[in-house]
């Protein structure tokens, strides 16, 4: 077992460091506030070469793996990116390029990854249904094939990032679920050009992350070439587990790299805060909830690379899922401890916006943990 960073790893974290400086949480408050897309921060992490870290060389990409590309997220978001370190990323480059580098067709590689690894185009997944939200064997959203093309109709919701995607990775059923042998049978995953005039998308009004709109989409008569689908038919929830397993690894590095920020905060700040003789941080009241969820953040660190190695090493879907499931768990847990113990270690000021407790590093938490808590169930459902 080797626990030392490669050269590669420690350029890529020094690299995101470096980013992180120049879009400190001021940059990221005022996104939220006026609900823009970070567009000057994609630009960065683009020309930084970001989004081709798990792209394949011959396609334009740098050719590393996912835990290159975790260490690049948990130091954007350690750094003060929050989960605007996470979310582009994870939308454009697991969502899209991953499952399109390990699935797609030579065509579909030749097509998107190369743009993908420029971040000159962005992507989508459309997954969730109004009515089948943790229960994704119930979507609803369906193709049938005609001649040379699937048509595809149905409703999703809470689609991130497709108001501005130009491809979109839709699931649908292509054997309806009361007609298939078992369960898990009849899903298929399109690569979709977008925008199209058979897709509407109206924003949702959100709590957070209003860098990226998050909509309700309804889909008419969609009809996109047989080529758009990701082989083979059918047979697209394990693709699917293969793409929500990184996503889910993704958003605990997310989760790992805000928390030690909110606990680096109240660390520094309890060192010099006087209410008593003593700073605050000398009491243990303070000192053991935060070393707790430190020591928590730790052990969830080195789960979730455990997760990445095995699906860097194309382990079974089953064993990264579960590893990737501990460590989720964990990273939550932690990370709602850190973050409750960062507010009270800075007292009335961790309500004030200034100091960033509450702001954009911090409070993602709560949507850090809607996310986390449906990703996990989708493998119980096996
Ligand atoms: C900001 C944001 C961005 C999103 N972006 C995307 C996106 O880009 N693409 C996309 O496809 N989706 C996206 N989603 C949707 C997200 O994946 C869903 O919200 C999630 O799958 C949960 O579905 P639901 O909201 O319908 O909750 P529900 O399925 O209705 O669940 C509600 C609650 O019940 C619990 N629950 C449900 N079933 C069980 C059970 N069997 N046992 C115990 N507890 C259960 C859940 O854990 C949850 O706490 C996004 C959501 C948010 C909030």
Same mark, same amino acid.
């Given at each position: 077992m080797d626990f030392e960073l490669t050269e590669e790893q420690k350029a890529i974290a020094e690299s995101a460091r470096e980013i992180a400086r120049d879009f400190p949480p001021e940059?990221?408050?005022?996104?939220?506030?006026?609900?823009?897309?970070? /567009? /000057?921060?994609?630009?960065?992490?683009? %020309?930084?070469?970001?989004f081709g870290i798990v792209i394949p060389e011959e396609y334009g990409g740098s050719g590393y793996g996912l835990t290159e590309l975790l260490i690049a997220i948990e130091e954007l978001s350690a750094n003060g990116c929050g989960m605007g370190g996470a979310?582009? !990323?994870? !939308?454009? %480059?697991?969502?899209?390029?991953?499952?399109?580098?390990?699935?797609?067709?030579?065509?579909?590689? /030749?097509?998107? !990854?190369?743009?993908?690894?420029?971040?000159?185009?962005?992507?989508? #997944?459309?997954?969730?249904?109004?009515?089948?939200?943790?229960?994704?064997?119930?979507?609803?959203?369906?193709?049938?094939?005609?001649?040379?093309?699937?048509?595809?109709?149905?409703?999703?919701?809470?689609?991130?990032?497709?108001?501005?995607?130009?491809? #979109?990775?839709?699931?649908?059923?292509?054997?309806?679920? %009361?007609?298939?042998?078992?369960?898990t049978f009849g899903l298929s995953l399109f690569l979709v050009d977008l925008p199209n005039e058979s897709v509407k998308a109206s924003p949702i009004p959100k709590h957070g992350i209003n860098y990226s709109k998050s909509c309700e989409v309804s889909i008419s008569e969609l009809r996109v070439p047989s080529d758009s689908l990701i082989p083979p038919v059918d047979e697209g929830w394990y693709i699917l587990l293969d793409t929500l397993n990184p996503e889910r690894m993704s958003f605990t590095s997310a989760a790992i790299g805000i928390s030690k920020l909110a606990i680096k905060k109240a660390v520094e700040y309890s060192k010099h805060r006087r209410v008593f003789a003593d700073p605050i941080g000398s009491y243990q009241g303070l000192q053991f909830p935060l070393a707790?969820?430190?020591?928590?953040?730790?052990?969830?660190? !080195? #789960?979730?690379?455990?997760?990445?190695?095995?699906?860097?090493?194309?382990?079974?879907?089953?064993?990264?899922? %579960?590893?990737?499931?501990?460590?989720?768990?964990?990273?939550?847990?932690?990370?709602?401890?850190?973050?409750?113990?960062? #507010?009270?270690?800075?007292?009335?000021?961790?309500y004030a916006k200034e100091y960033d407790v509450e702001g954009c590093d911090c409070s993602c938490q709560v949507e850090l943990l809607l996310l986390m808590l449906h990703k996990l169930s989708t493998v119980h459902l096996i």
């Open positions: 940059y990221w408050r005022e996104k939220e506030e006026k609900e823009e897309f970070a /567009e /000057e921060f994609f630009k960065a992490i683009s %020309e930084a070469g970001f979310w582009y !990323l994870i !939308l454009t %480059e697991v969502l899209g390029g991953l499952t399109i580098a390990r699935h797609g067709t030579k065509e579909q590689k /030749e097509k998107y !990854l190369p743009k993908i690894a420029k971040g000159q185009i962005e992507f989508c #997944m459309a997954l969730t249904e109004p009515d089948a939200g943790t229960n994704t064997l119930a979507i609803k959203t369906f193709a049938r094939r005609e001649g040379d093309e699937w048509i595809i109709n149905g409703n999703k919701i809470f689609i991130s990032g497709i108001d501005r995607a130009r491809g #979109m990775l839709l699931i649908a059923r292509t054997t309806p679920l %009361e007609k298939a042998p078992k369960k707790e969820a430190y020591a928590m953040l730790e052990c969830a660190r !080195l #789960m979730n690379f455990k997760a990445a190695w095995l699906f860097d090493h194309k382990a079974d879907y089953r064993s990264v899922g %579960e590893t990737a499931n501990i460590a989720k768990t964990v990273a939550v847990e932690a990370g709602i401890k850190a973050v409750y113990w960062a #507010m009270q270690t800075f007292g009335g000021y961790g």
